[in-house]
């Protein structure tokens, strides 16, 4: 068979793909664990494991007559150390999103901003904010902290860590949601349902002012800054973004999703079915995936102490007859970026589920079920 009638078989076949129908329960603690982005409503997520779907088809089928791209080069050292259990910090409301920078721990909480120190593991500021508990996000960039109010009737709030008090509140219409800072600018997703193309709303970190959306084909969900570039994750598609002139550059169409940049790559999941699913290694050059680690239930990623974390979600046990299934703990994966194997053994979360993840300070930091509760691993030798 001739590489052209080969092309073209393939094409069909994820035409065909996109057609079908996805088992209800194909991603349904992904759909769960993903209550910040957005885009977590049940037809978006669907329509999400649809093209993860499809970007595990192809490359399979391809693999027999082409070779698998080199792996991008490490430079990131790795920190040694096994993880362990250092603090577990009980707060006073439910939170969202969690993140390192300034030399603190930041918490978006219901009506808060919480500033933890991580050398005594204590909330030592509280900043008043009307923030959602469900889908706030926070972000660093030029001398300040960003969170949005994770609400439809968007807000952006600037704090100033030195005084730890809000500098700026700037109204983003069509909602705030996920938010980098790049290029002397604050990136913004917005929900839109419905709407096509999506929209990426920008603020001016000088004048505190919007300036032009950038439109990208669905609506954003994930957001992600790293090697020079905005990745936003839609439904169907990862755009690249140049955050200097705001040029959608490089549509990627063979991964479902981008959540972590670290290593010169970026990290994503995916999902075929319950039990063949993971983390995807993607060459941001290329778009193309360069390993796949299998981890069940692996949802939550981030990059830091020079390796990929992954947390797990609660594997449900199925007891038989009539008593119902119960939940063991999840663990916390570290990957190896030399190697794209999993570095030493899972750790298991005290938490049993976990709910949002951040790595700084020499520590990470692991939001449980619970929403109130935030847990410290620290390296070991």
Do not use: C
Request: proline share 9%; net charge positive.
């Amino acid at each position: 068979m001739s590489p052209v009638n080969l092309e073209e078989q393939l094409r069909a076949l994820r035409e065909q793909t996109l057609r079908r129908d996805v088992l209800p329960d194909a991603w349904p603690r992904l759909q769960r664990r993903l209550r910040r982005e957005p885009w977590r409503r049940a037809a978006l997520v669907a329509g999400l494991a649809l093209a993860v779907l499809v970007a595990g088809v192809a490359p399979g089928l391809l693999a027999r007559r082409t070779q698998q791209p080199a792996v991008p080069t490490v430079d990131t050292p790795v920190i040694p150390g096994r993880p362990v259990v250092a603090a577990r910090i009980r707060l006073d409301r439910p939170f969202t999103d969690v993140d390192v920078g300034f030399g603190a721990t930041w918490v978006a909480a219901q009506g808060a901003l919480l500033r933890i120190d991580p050398q005594t593991d204590r909330v030592v500021a509280t900043i008043p904010v009307p923030v959602s508990g469900e889908s706030a996000s926070i972000a660093f960039g030029e001398e300040a902290v960003w969170v949005t109010s994770g609400q439809a009737n968007g807000v952006v709030y600037r704090v100033d860590p030195a005084t730890n008090r809000v500098t700026a509140a700037i109204g983003v219409p069509g909602g705030a949601f996920g938010i980098v800072v790049a290029a002397g600018t604050v990136w913004v997703t917005q929900y839109l349902p419905e709407q096509d193309p999506g929209i990426v709303a920008r603020i001016d970190t000088r004048s505190n002012r919007l300036l032009a959306p950038v439109e990208v084909p669905n609506m954003p969900g994930a957001i992600r800054y790293g090697l020079d570039a905005i990745w936003v994750t839609s439904r169907f598609t990862v755009s690249r973004i140049d955050p200097h002139s705001g040029a959608v550059t490089q549509p990627l169409h063979r991964v479902g999703d981008v959540r972590a940049v670290g290593a010169g790559s970026l990290w994503g999941s995916f999902a075929n079915s319950a039990d063949d699913a993971g983390v995807q290694r993607i060459d941001p050059r290329s778009g193309r995936v360069v390993a796949a680690i299998r981890i069940r239930y692996g949802v939550l990623i981030a990059f830091g102490l020079g390796t990929l974390w992954v947390a797990q979600d609660a594997p449900t046990i199925t007891s038989g007859g009539n008593e119902p299934a119960k939940m063991k703990p999840g663990k916390l994966y570290r990957i190896d970026p030399r190697s794209n194997r999993v570095l030493g053994r899972p750790v298991p979360l005290p938490g049993i589920a976990p709910t949002a993840l951040a790595v700084g300070e020499g520590a990470v930091w692991v939001g449980e079920l619970d929403g109130k509760t935030l847990t410290r691993f620290n390296l070991a030798p």
